[in-house]
């Protein structure tokens, strides 16, 4: 029970940040901008982005809610707070501003702090830091789908 107030409250964060981003990107994945880029020949159906971020949010929500009932410092709540804005950020710096190049700096950096969660608290998560290893695949492929289209456009 005293999960569940920390993991309701990383769900509407998690998936509020989702749906600002997706509101900020403008319909980029749609758009003719985005569909006339060279992508990658890995690229995946568009329904696999909406799986994948909804498994990765439930996982990292879980991750959340117990790694702050552990430990709840400033600093971590810090690097949280990075996280929330990268992941929204570089939809608008990818899809709505077409800013390839910085796009890459960001997911990069997203990519950064997620594996930072993993190896610097890993010792007391144990093995609920494999909930992160979704989110951590997830950001080695959209990376380099990203840079695919920075190297390839």
């Known amino acids: 029970m005293k999960l569940l107030k920390p993991l309701l409250l990383f769900l509407v964060i998690n998936f509020g940040g989702l749906a600002l981003g997706s509101w900020l990107m403008d319909n980029g994945p749609s758009s003719e901008w ?4 060279n992508q990658a020949p890995w690229t995946p159906p568009g329904w696999v982005f909406g799986v994948a971020w909804t498994t990765i949010m439930i996982c990292f929500s879980i991750y959340l809610a117990y790694l702050f009932t552990k430990i709840n410092t ?19 710096i990818f899809f709505n501003q077409h800013q390839v190049f910085l796009g890459l700096i960001t997911i990069t950096a997203l990519t950064i702090v997620i594996f ?8 007391e998560m144990k093995n609920l830091s ?24």
């Open 116 to 123: 930072y969660f993993f190896f610097n608290y890993r010792q």
């Open 74 to 92: 400033q600093k971590l709540k810090l690097v949280f707070a990075l996280q929330v804005f990268l992941n929204v950020v570089w939809n608008y």
């Open 34 to 37: 985005y569909n006339n880029l």
């Open 130 to 153: 494999y909930l992160l290893l979704p989110y951590m695949v997830w950001l080695l492929i959209a990376t380099s789908l990203n840079g695919y289209i920075l190297l390839n456009n």
